[in-house]
C-alpha cells in the first residue's frame, strides 16, 4: 500500500541547502517523526514525502528516491514560478496538478495541518481521487486568534468531515474533533518527537554554573521575552543558550551583548544543535499559560529534550499535565522570579540524582513511543483506535 504524506517540510536535512522551511524546524522534526512512525507499519511498501518547502534556486522540482528496510521511499518538493503571491499560486496549482495526475483512490494521504496552502489541492484532488485522508492537526487555526480565522475553520471544517483520522499533541484538539465527529473516530495522540537517531550522547558537564537551553521561535507567544526578564535574578550561577529566529532576534542578540549569562547562537543546523544541547543541563519551555499556542498544541521539543535525557523545566501548561510526561517535568511559574531562582538553585544542588532519573525513565519513554507506533499503525490499517 502507497502512503502520501503531504507537508510543508523538509524531510532530509541535505534539502535545507536549497529549500527553506514553512513550518519552524520543530515542525520539520515532527512531519520526519510521524514519516518515521509510519515506516514501522508493514502494510506500507511505498511513501512519497511532498513538500511545498519553496525553493531558495528558483521553481525546480527535485525528487529523491531510495529503498529501506523493503520501502520505498521518494522525496519530492513541489516546483513553482515566480515570487510571493505568485509564487504562492503557482506552488498550490502545481501541487493540486500533482496530486490529480498522480494519486488515487488506494493511496493513503496524510497531510500536516490545513492551511490555505495545503488544504486547496487536498480539497479538490479528494473529491475526484477518493483516497483515504488522515490530517496531522499540530494547530487548530480556526479556534485561534486571527483575522482569517474563519477561513482557516471553513478549510478546517472540510478535514474534519472527510479524514478517516486524525493525529493531534494536544487534548483540547482531539476534544474538538470528537465533538464535530462523535466519540467513535479515530485519533492518536502524538504528543512530539524523540530523538529517533539515538546519535546525541549526553555529555556531563562539570557545574561551575548550571547551563540552561531555550531553542525555537523567537517570538511573545514562546514566552522568550518573560524567560530573558528572568535571567537577572540567576546571574550568579546560571547562563541561558537560545537558538532560533523570530520576531525577537535583533533584541535577543542586543541583549546578549551586555550581559555575561544570555549567549544567542541564532538559526543552528540539526548536528549543530545535538552538540550544543549535550553540554546543557537543563531544557526550558517557557511558553505562557494564557497563550494561543498553550492552549491547542504541544510544545514538542520538551519529548526531544526528554528523549536526550535532559532535566525538563517548563510553565505548567495543561496539554504537558495532560500527557504521559506530566510527572517527569519541573514546573515554575512565569510570573514568579524568586521562585525561578529557587527551583534552579534546587537543580543545581541536585543535579546528579536528576540527571540519573532521567536515564531510568528513558524505557518509560521508548513504551511510549512505541505506543504512539502502535496506534499510527491501527490508524493505517483503518481499525478503531482510542486517545491514550
Not at 511498501?45 to 529523491?64: C, D, K, N, V, Y
Request: hydrophobic share 35%; glycine share 4%; with cysteine.
Amino acid at each position: 500500500m502507497r502512503l502520501i504524506y503531504f507537508t510543508n517540510s523538509v524531510f532530509s536535512e541535505e534539502r535545507l541547502d536549497n529549500r527553506r522551511l514553512i513550518v519552524s524546524q520543530a515542525g520539520n522534526y515532527r512531519s520526519r517523526y510521524i514519516v518515521e512512525a509510519i515506516k514501522k507499519c508493514n502494510i506500507i511498501t511505498s511513501i512519497i514525502f511532498l513538500s511545498q518547502a519553496p525553493g531558495t534556486a528558483g521553481g525546480i522540482q527535485h525528487q529523491i528516491e531510495r529503498t529501506q528496510d523493503e520501502i520505498h521511499f521518494k522525496e519530492i518538493y513541489i516546483g513553482y514560478f515566480g515570487k510571493g503571491s505568485i509564487q504562492w499560486i503557482t506552488s498550490v496549482v502545481s501541487t493540486t496538478l500533482w496530486f490529480l495526475k498522480n494519486s488515487n483512490c488506494d493511496d493513503i494521504v496524510v497531510v500536516y495541518n490545513f492551511l490555505p496552502r495545503t488544504a486547496i489541492p487536498i480539497i479538490i484532488s479528494k473529491i475526484f481521487r477518493g483516497y483515504k485522508l488522515i490530517v496531522q492537526f499540530e494547530e487548530l487555526y480556526g479556534n485561534m486568534d486571527s483575522p482569517d480565522k474563519r477561513l482557516f475553520w471553513l478549510l478546517e471544517q472540510f478535514s474534519l468531515r472527510n479524514a478517516i483520522g486524525f493525529i493531534t499533541p494536544s487534548h483540547y484538539i482531539a476534544d474538538i474533533i470528537r465533538e464535530y465527529r462523535g466519540y467513535d473516530v479515530s485519533v492518536v495522540m502524538s504528543y512530539g518527537y524523540h530523538n529517533i537517531s539515538r546519535s546525541s550522547p549526553r555529555v556531563q558537564q562539570s557545574l561551575t554554573r548550571l547551563q540552561l537551553i531555550y531553542s525555537g521561535s523567537l517570538d511573545s507567544e514562546r514566552g522568550v521575552d518573560n524567560l530573558i526578564n528572568l535571567l537577572p535574578h540567576v546571574k550568579d550561577f546560571a547562563d541561558l543558550t537560545i537558538t532560533g529566529k523570530g520576531p525577537l532576534s535583533t533584541l535577543i542578540e542586543r541583549l546578549s551583548q551586555t550581559n555575561e549569562n544570555l549567549h544567542y547562537l541564532g538559526y543552528v543546523n540539526e548536528n549543530q544543535f545535538r552538540d550544543v544541547l549535550s553540554k546543557m543541563h537543563v531544557c526550558i519551555n517557557p511558553t505562557p499559560i494564557s497563550s494561543n499556542f498553550s492552549k491547542y498544541s504541544f510544545p514538542s521539543k520538551v519529548v526531544y529534550y526528554m528523549s536526550n535525557l535532559k532535566i525538563v523545566l517548563s510553565t505548567p501548561l495543561e496539554v504537558i499535565k495532560n500527557s504521559p510526561y506530566r510527572d517527569i517535568v519541573v514546573y515554575y511559574d512565569e510570573n514568579d522570579p524568586v521562585g525561578f531562582r529557587k527551583i534552579l538553585l534546587d537543580i543545581s544542588a541536585n543535579l546528579d540524582t536528576l540527571t540519573n532519573n532521567m536515564q531510568i525513565v528513558s524505557s518509560r519513554l521508548e513504551i511510549t513511543q512505541e505506543g504512539e507506533y502502535d496506534q499510527i499503525c491501527k490508524l493505517l490499517c483503518n481499525r478503531h483506535v482510542s486517545v491514550f
